[in-house]
């Protein structure tokens, strides 16, 4: 169990589908992520951002030495952190283990890795407190990476499984259903249910390719709603920022965080740019800032962060 | 004799180093290719190394196993030019990108944590190699002496074109797989659960190197009556073990389906990008293939038989 102070207006950015590799221009992307982070305090309540959730992919195509540069470049920032692990993250120069003893070697780590029975890694929930009373929990989990497809010769994608969302129904009973937010990679059919059978009371941003999820339901999602769950979001589709409201949870897509590999420019919208004359399309990378209140109530900002060279920064919120 | 089985020691010793280029390379390129070739100007040098890295043992092969002693100097000066002018071109390009700042370093670190060194150093050396190369082809042109060339049986022009592009596929995915399974020891996630698995699919893995190191040693340069009954032998074999590590392959992803998803992402690029099972069963497809192809080149006729006792 992890603990975080809570006050209202705590600031949680969440970052996605970085992506750094062999073939990432390291002092480009820094520089990036570093006005991203600065953009991200400058629009968070208290100008300061109080927990970093990286879901997934941080990193693929990638040896130790460029992912430690990653992470130590991240830790750097001295915000509390935490991450879910990619379908991506697994495919680099090290063995898995490597990954978790380098998380867990951050002083303002939060991840742990625990010799649980549960499907995935780094399965865990951070209670947010104040004074001394629980006021949100955040669980980060594993939405694995892939799996035997029901086509012979393919893989599936992995998804939430059984035990994980027993785990988190217990830790979500036995802390009294406060209100709480869910964080991993790739999104759960409820996603693709929401969207396509026009079922969300809510809908806004877009959805630009498919939804990548895995041909298997996955229970988390009605034990989410039983348990006060406000939000689930994941990472995975870079294209798509689609953002949902379904039976009270909010469905969410991060918004992909830097150029790498490949992102969206966006068809309907579009941004001028610092010191530019002419509006260009929107391009959908950038950072999630959710800001939580009392009452399970939160904000939900999508900062696009630009990569031209003033970094303009278009905000809109859910 | 001698000299062409001491060529062959070094072709063998030099073989895993050629495997380790050929891994990095194609990782490498993979890489260039998903993230839309945002960095090949940086990676081209090293790309271009591990290129010429893989191309000096093909190079060197054919030198050691030429069909007459002409093309055997013409081999060692193309091929020799042609390995100096791209490790120049290396050397060059990493010059170049240190003095003008697109390297902060020598050791930049990246693929490999000696990167751009390593390519750098690696390159001279094949510069030398390229270099004596060249000028071995030189002094045997000056200087002719006995040496034993090869003899094929093709048939006609199509089926030596067929040939040689069927050996050369099936060596570069030999390097591929020998490459991984050497790197495999750093790479992999050998959980208790997955061991076994693993393991079984390193030997599969190690197969078509060790059909390559069965073709070269106990094949070539054999004479042509004991050369059919190894042929004979030799495809029994192979196809036997490719049978055996198929349906290990097969068992253990029954039981265990999840073993190289956790165990070995990182050594199966394609599969993982495009999320299909394209390594076990290239390994598996081109094993037995090339078993049956060797089968079948026993069944023909041109081939001399055994003599029945005289």
Same mark, same amino acid.
């Given at each position: 169990m992890r603990h975080l102070d809570f006050r209202p207006g705590f600031s949680l950015l969440q970052l996605t589908d970085i992506h750094w590799s062999f073939s990432t221009d390291r002092v480009q992307a820094k520089t990036y992520l570093n006005a991203l982070y600065q953009a991200a305090k400058a629009n968070a309540d208290s100008h300061k951002i109080d927990l970093l959730v990286l879901t997934g992919d941080s990193t693929m195509f990638s040896s130790k030495e460029i992912t430690k540069d990653l992470f130590d470049f991240l830790a750097s920032w001295q915000v509390p952190f935490t991450?879910?692990?990619?379908?991506?993250?697994?495919?680099?120069y090290y063995p898995f283990s490597w990954l978790e003893s380098l998380l867990s070697s951050y002083s303002n780590s939060l991840y742990v890795s625990l010799q649980?029975? !549960?499907?995935?890694?780094?399965?865990?929930?951070?209670? !947010?407190?104040?004074?001394?009373? !629980?006021?949100w929990q955040i669980y980060t989990l594993d939405s694995g990476s892939y799996e035997q497809s029901g086509t012979p010769l393919r893989?599936?994608?992995?998804? !939430?499984?059984?035990?994980?969302?027993?785990?988190?129904?217990k830790e979500a009973t036995l802390a009294g259903k406060v209100p709480s937010l869910a964080f991993f990679h790739i999104p759960t059919r409820d996603w693709q249910d929401a969207y396509a059978q026009g079922k969300a009371s809510k809908t806004k941003w877009e959805k630009n390719e498919k939804i990548c999820c895995s041909e298997e339901e996955s229970p988390f999602f009605l034990k989410a709603v039983e348990n006060n769950v406000k939000g689930l979001f994941c990472g995975h589709d870079h294209a798509n920022d689609l953002t949902m409201t379904y039976q009270g949870v909010v469905l969410g897509y991060g918004v992909k965080t830097g150029s790498e590999l490949y992102y969206a420019k966006s068809l309907s919208r579009t941004y001028a740019p610092v010191g530019g004359k002419t509006s260009e399309p929107l391009k959908l990378i950038g950072g999630t800032l959710l800001s939580l209140h009392e009452g399970g109530v939160f904000d939900l900002d999508h900062l696009y962060l630009q990569d031209d060279a003033a970094h303009t920064l278009v905000k809109e919120r859910y | 004799m001698k000299e062409k089985i001491a060529l062959k020691i070094l072709e063998t010793v030099y073989y895993p180093l050629a495997a380790i280029a050929c891994f990095l390379f194609v990782n490498l390129l993979s890489s260039e290719i998903v993230y839309r070739f945002e960095n090949l100007?940086?990676?081209?040098?090293?790309?271009?190394?591990?290129?010429?890295?893989?191309?000096?043992?093909?190079?060197?092969?054919?030198?050691?196993?030429?069909?007459?002693?002409?093309?055997?100097?013409?081999?060692?000066?193309?091929?020799?030019?042609?390995?100096?002018?791209? /490790?120049?071109?290396?050397?060059?390009?990493?010059?170049?990108?240190?003095?003008?700042?697109?390297? /902060? /370093?020598?050791?930049?670190?990246?693929?490999?944590?000696?990167?751009p060194l390593d390519a750098y150093v690696g390159s001279f050396l094949l510069l030398l190699v390229g270099t004596g190369l060249y000028y071995t082809g030189e002094w045997l042109r000056k200087h002719p002496r006995p040496y034993?060339?090869?003899?094929h049986e093709w048939k006609g022009k199509g089926a030596k074109i067929a040939t040689s592009?069927?050996?050369?596929?099936?060596?570069?995915?030999?390097?591929?797989?020998?490459?991984?399974?050497?790197?495999?020891?750093?790479?992999?996630?050998?959980?208790?659960?997955?061991?076994?698995?693993?393991?079984?699919?390193?030997?599969?893995m190690g197969l078509p190197s060790a059909m390559v190191a069965l073709y070269e040693w106990n094949y070539l340069d054999k004479e042509p009556l004991p050369q059919r009954q190894r042929l004979y032998k030799n495809s029994v074999i192979t196809t036997l073990l490719s049978l055996i590590l198929a349906l290990a392959y097969w068992l253990f992803q029954a039981l265990d389906p999840f073993f190289l998803i956790d165990g070995a992402a990182s050594l199966l690029p394609l599969d993982f990008l495009l999320s299909v099972k394209v390594a076990p069963?290239?390994?598996?497809?081109?094993?037995?293939?090339?078993?049956?192809i060797a089968f079948l080149h026993y069944l023909d006729r041109n081939v001399p038989k055994k003599p029945k006792n005289p």
């Open positions: 991450v879910t692990w990619g379908n991506h993250d697994r495919q680099g649980d029975q !549960l499907e995935g890694e780094g399965n865990a929930v951070i209670d !947010l407190d104040e004074a001394g009373a !629980l006021k893989y599936d994608y992995g998804t !939430l499984k059984e035990k994980q969302t027993a785990w988190f129904e | 100007g940086k990676n081209f040098p090293f790309l271009l190394f591990l290129a010429n890295a893989v191309y000096f043992l093909f190079a060197f092969h054919l030198f050691i196993h030429p069909l007459n002693a002409k093309k055997r100097i013409l081999t060692a000066q193309v091929n020799g030019v042609v390995l100096v002018a791209s /490790s120049f071109l290396v050397i060059l390009s990493v010059t170049i990108f240190r003095m003008n700042g697109s390297y /902060s /370093s020598l050791l930049l670190g990246g693929i490999t944590p000696l990167f034993p060339d090869n003899v592009v069927f050996r050369s596929i099936f060596v570069l995915v030999a390097l591929y797989f020998f490459g991984a399974l050497l790197v495999s020891p750093f790479l992999m996630s050998f959980s208790s659960s997955h061991v076994a698995g693993l393991v079984s699919f390193d030997l599969l069963y290239l390994l598996i497809l081109l094993s037995l293939a090339s078993s049956l």
